[in-house]
Antibody, heavy 127, light 110 residues
Framework: QLQLQESGPGLVKPSETLSLTCTVSGDSISSTNYYWGWIRQPPGKGLEWIGH???????YYNPSLKSRITISVDASKSQFSLRLSSVTAADTAVHYCARQRRLSASGSGYYTFIDYWGQGTLVTVSS | QSALTQPASVSGSPGQSVTISCTGTSRDVGGYDYVSWYQQHPVKAPKLIIYDVNNRPSGVSHRFSGSKSDNTASLTISGLQAEDEADYYC??????????FGGGTKVTVL
């Protein structure tokens, strides 16, 4: 059974970098059928897609966060990671890692949707 | 990319049907049949209930159904039950290869 486990500091100071890691078990992070993504949810608010990565390292990012985001993958450890720089209080949120299906799109290329979520971890930005 | 537009809340009595709309643009909802829906109970992770506009994953109740017309997708919950009280989010693949969510809709069972 697939398990996704987020790990990282629960408290980050303003202007510093938020770093989280997701460990995948029960499935292969190198599968050609999936991307691996990050989503966040500020307290009491809605979901915001952050970005996703393929095992090869190619990544897609939310345009509104792109200048501050890096998502990386370490297939040897079955892990993928998120780094968000220059954080402010507005970045306080529950952060979810997720598996995203990678399917052939009509015409060409691939499309994706999230089919499995980790339990989420709260990261608070505060001094 | 702008968030998809959903009503903040809908409500219905047990046994009734409720429908949640999700409006986007031709660059997301209207451009592809790649809309998904998620159910989120309080302090829980979201759960996929519909993908590719109208497909249910294994184990999801047949009371959940999806549809789409032009730039608007819809989720219908039939035979409303107390356990359906939750937040619901739509999501779409976009022309730029990214994913966008709706703002979420709170479903209340009266």
């Amino acid at each position: 059974q697939l398990q996704l486990q987020e790990s990282g500091p629960g408290l980050v100071k303003p202007s510093e970098t938020l770093s989280l890691t997701c460990t995948v078990s029960g499935d292969s992070i190198s599968s050609t059928n999936y991307y691996w993504g990050w989503i966040r949810q500020p307290p009491g608010k809605g979901l915001e897609w952050i970005g996703h990565i393929y095992y090869s390292g190619s990544a897609y990012y939310n345009p509104s966060l792109k200048s501050r985001i890096t998502i990386s993958v370490d297939a040897s450890k079955s892990q993928f990671s998120l780094r968000l720089s220059s954080v402010t209080a507005a970045d306080t949120a529950v952060h979810y890692c997720a598996r995203q299906r990678r399917l052939s799109a009509s015409g060409s290329g691939y499309y994706t949707f999230i089919d499995y979520w980790g339990q989420g971890t709260l990261v608070t930005v505060s001094s | 990319q702008s968030a998809l537009t959903q009503p903040a809340s809908v409500s219905g009595s047990p046994g009734q049907s409720v429908t949640i709309s999700c409006t986007g643009t031709s660059r997301d909802v209207g451009g592809y049949d790649y809309v998904s829906w998620y159910q989120q109970h309080p302090v829980k992770a979201p759960k996929l209930i519909i993908y590719d506009v109208n497909n249910r994953p294994s184990g999801v109740s047949h009371r959940f159904s999806g549809s789409k017309s032009d730039n608007t997708a819809s989720l219908t919950i039939s035979g409303l039950q107390a356990e359906d009280e939750a937040d619901y989010y739509c999501s779409s693949y976009t022309f730029s290869g990214t994913v966008v969510f709706g703002g979420g809709t709170k479903v209340t069972v009266l």
